[in-house]
């Protein structure tokens, strides 16, 4: 039996992928389907099997996820999610939200808030694609996250509408918030953030996320 694979001929060698997709590291993506040939289908397929992925140019590229930014999202969810359900802003997603940008784009922020104002009726949407914008998105970087990979996101995202990206740096305890994909102002641990205008009235303390990340036994 013969199998035959299908390739995108935009791409003669391994590298041209990585440089598309930010000089990102090679055991990120995932080579079959064939880097620009995968589905949404493969993507939902692949997902469900073997692990989160995200979908960029039609390939599939693995999420990276360690302990350290495992442990930092859920303290950011604790302190932001109750004054969004509080002030009855709108939802707050995890990582498992998966929004579709545009064709062959899947992208799955850390965390994401959308604006009931964002939903058609204020309602929230079924399906396990998003085809909705958030309001704000949050990426904790990953070692294995480039200045470029993350940079291209940014396009992504605020090409399609997004308000802010915050980018939490867990290794210099920072937070940079971006309002296009280039322009940005970032935070130290003595600082505090503001929601605005994504989350009137909200306030992110920094020292208190660090603290959080930081307690010992």
């Given at each position: 039996?013969?199998?035959?694979?299908?390739?995108?001929?935009?791409?003669?060698?391994?590298?041209?992928?990585?440089?598309?997709?930010?000089?990102?590291?090679?055991?990120?993506?995932?080579?079959?389907?064939?880097?620009?040939?995968?589905?949404?289908?493969?993507?939902?397929?692949?997902?469900?099997?073997?692990?989160?992925?995200?979908?960029?140019?039609?390939?599939?590229?693995?999420?990276?996820?360690?302990?350290?930014?495992?442990?930092?999202?859920?303290?950011?969810?604790?302190?932001?999610?109750?004054?969004?359900?509080?002030?009855?802003?709108?939802l707050f997603y995890g990582e498992s939200a998966l929004y579709q940008f545009e064709s062959g784009v899947i992208l799955s922020p850390d965390l994401s808030f959308i604006s009931?104002?964002?939903?058609?009726?204020?309602?929230?949407?079924?399906?396990?694609?998003?085809?909705?914008?958030?309001?704000?998105?949050?990426?904790?970087?990953?070692?294995?996250?480039?200045?470029?990979?993350?940079?291209?996101k940014r396009v992504i995202y605020f090409g399609a509408g997004v308000e802010c990206v915050w980018e939490v740096d867990i290794e210099l305890r920072t937070l940079t918030a971006y309002h296009n994909a280039d322009e940005y102002v970032r935070y130290t641990r003595n600082d505090t953030v503001v929601g605005e205008p994504m989350l009137p009235g909200f306030t992110l303390s920094l020292s208190e996320l660090f603290s959080m990340y930081d307690i010992q036994g």
């Amino acid at each position: 039996m013969t199998t035959i694979i299908e390739v995108n001929q935009r791409f003669l060698f391994m590298s041209d992928v990585l440089t598309e997709l930010g000089n990102i590291p090679a055991e990120r993506v995932r080579l079959h389907p064939s880097p620009g040939t995968a589905t949404i289908a493969d993507f939902e397929r692949l997902t469900k099997s073997d692990g989160l992925y995200e979908l960029i140019d039609n390939t599939l590229v693995r999420k990276p996820m360690g302990s350290q930014e495992g442990l930092i999202t859920p303290y950011l969810a604790l302190l932001i999610h109750p004054y969004i359900l509080k002030h009855h802003l709108g939802l707050f997603y995890g990582e498992s939200a998966l929004y579709q940008f545009e064709s062959g784009v899947i992208l799955s922020p850390d965390l994401s808030f959308i604006s009931w104002d964002c939903l058609p009726s204020r309602q929230r949407p079924v399906g396990s694609i998003l085809s909705i914008v958030p309001s704000l998105v949050i990426e904790v970087l990953s070692q294995s996250n480039t200045a470029v990979e993350m940079r291209r996101k940014r396009v992504i995202y605020f090409g399609a509408g997004v308000e802010c990206v915050w980018e939490v740096d867990i290794e210099l305890r920072t937070l940079t918030a971006y309002h296009n994909a280039d322009e940005y102002v970032r935070y130290t641990r003595n600082d505090t953030v503001v929601g605005e205008p994504m989350l009137p009235g909200f306030t992110l303390s920094l020292s208190e996320l660090f603290s959080m990340y930081d307690i010992q036994g």
